[in-house]
């Protein structure tokens, strides 16, 4: 009888608490990219390059570490389910807070991108009436704003589009889906769990981020899919595999290392100067810092599960408030920092003083919201959240499935 190293999944807490850290980085990196020279809805007038190099301490990896996760954490439902309930379960908690975000949550960035980019002079209700018809003609020369939009939301659009497809990845491979998994997992340990997922990752960078530059469109975002779909898929497969975790463990120093040697490089390329690199190495050169790129966005994440699974395998009250608060507070969280930063600026505040305002505030009214909301029935499924239940005592949380957007 054929046999495999995976076992029923159990309860990966440090993924939760990874998932927790990532969300709160991504809101201190939305507020960096009021500040940065790098395109966006709106614009600090003291934005330049010099926060840059700190943004790419977590701009490689931050998303691509969501999408395994988000991975790990679908496979364990799918494994407690079937797949049609599976899937029923998830187009509600993703397509309704998606619809909601593009209608509510999502038009006050649109409409404050327009005021300051296009001096659009028009009331918010003039703003919708055009944001709900599709009007096309917010431009700067060929630049045109897309109307409605998800902004950052698309995460929601992608999530959703993968558990689709995973799901009929289940369904199609039936228990092979579980010896592939082990196969996986057995083929990462020792120094190719480093470098086997850095490579894939480097090859796909290498091929298309040239090619189809991240659009979050759906349609012709081929380098973007390729990436976090893979990362998707791998996390799902490894979900499968919990003795796999403890290996990343093992390596989280000389993953950390590796990272942050790649950052470093990575920071000294962007400062050179365009014209400082001769002709003919300027391909060769893209080519290498594309898979240093790789190595940076791997190796960071392996980084992280390695310092999570040793340090915060552990379980309580702060734990599962926050994995049911990060989603609402993820919708949330950008069209706040773009109200408020639109808001402070006639103040001509000091960058880094209104900085920290910024990330305190949306924090505080991230929360705010999210007190309302998992108090209130009707706001709940707009948000994400499921139905409030109550857990019968003693129910053991290592048996209820991670609960990741």
């Known amino acids: 009888m054929h046999t495999t190293d995976t076992t029923a999944p159990t309860r990966l807490f440090f993924l939760d608490w990874l998932r927790i850290i990532a969300f709160f980085i991504l809101i201190v990196f939305h507020v ?49 389910g079937k797949v049609a ?41 003039d703003f919708m009436r055009l944001y709900l018809t599709g009007y096309g003609g917010f431009c700067r020369g060929h630049d045109c704003l897309i109307l409605p939009t998800w902004n950052h939301l698309w995460f929601v659009a992608y999530l959703w589009i993968y558990t689709l497809f995973l799901a009929a990845l289940v369904a199609a491979l039936g228990d092979r889906f579980d010896t592939l998994a082990s196969r996986v997992a057995r083929s990462l340990a020792g120094w190719r769990i480093i470098v ?3 490579l894939v990752l480097a090859i796909v960078r290498v091929l298309l981020a040239g090619r189809f530059p991240q659009n979050h469109a759906v349609i012709g975002d081929w380098y973007s899919h390729a990436t976090y779909f893979s990362l998707f898929v791998l996390g799902a497969l490894l979900a499968r595999v919990p003795r796999f975790w403890p290996r990343l463990g093992d390596v989280r120093w000389v993953s950390l290392g590796v990272a942050a040697g790649c950052w470093v ?62 989603f609402p507070v993820y919708i949330a969280h950008q069209t706040l920092i773009v109200v408020m930063a639109h808001a402070l ?48 005592a003693g129910a053991s949380p290592r048996l209820a499935p991670a609960r990741a957007a």
């Open 265 to 326: 490089a990575a920071v000294i390329f962007w400062a050179v100067p365009d014209d400082a690199v001769p002709a003919g190495q300027v391909e060769a050169l893209r080519v290498v810092i594309r898979t240093v790129y790789a190595f940076l966005a791997w190796c960071a994440i392996a980084a992280a599960c390695g310092f999570a699974q040793r340090h915060l395998q552990r379980d309580g009250a702060a734990r599962r408030y926050l994995t049911e608060a990060v």
């Open 345 to 392: 600026k006639p103040l001509r505040l000091a960058p880094g003083l209104e900085a920290m305002m910024l990330v305190v505030a949306t924090l505080v009214a991230s929360f705010g919201i999210f007190e309302a909301v998992r108090r209130s029935a009707l706001l709940r499924p707009l948000f994400g959240l499921a139905a409030p239940r109550k857990q019968a």
């Open 196 to 198: 086997l997922p850095a």
């Open 32 to 80: 960096g990219m009021y500040y940065v020279s790098w395109d966006w809805h709106v614009k600090s007038p003291a934005a330049g390059p010099g926060p840059e190099p700190f943004m790419l301490l977590s701009s490689p990896w931050r998303l691509d570490l969501l999408f395994l996760v988000s991975g790990v954490a679908s496979s364990f439902m799918l494994a407690k």
């Open 85 to 125: 309930g599976f899937l029923r379960q998830r187009s509600i908690r993703l397509l309704v807070p998606l619809l909601f975000g593009m209608l509510v949550v999502v038009p006050p960035q649109s409409y404050l991108e327009v005021v300051e980019k296009v001096a659009y002079d028009g009331s918010y209700l």
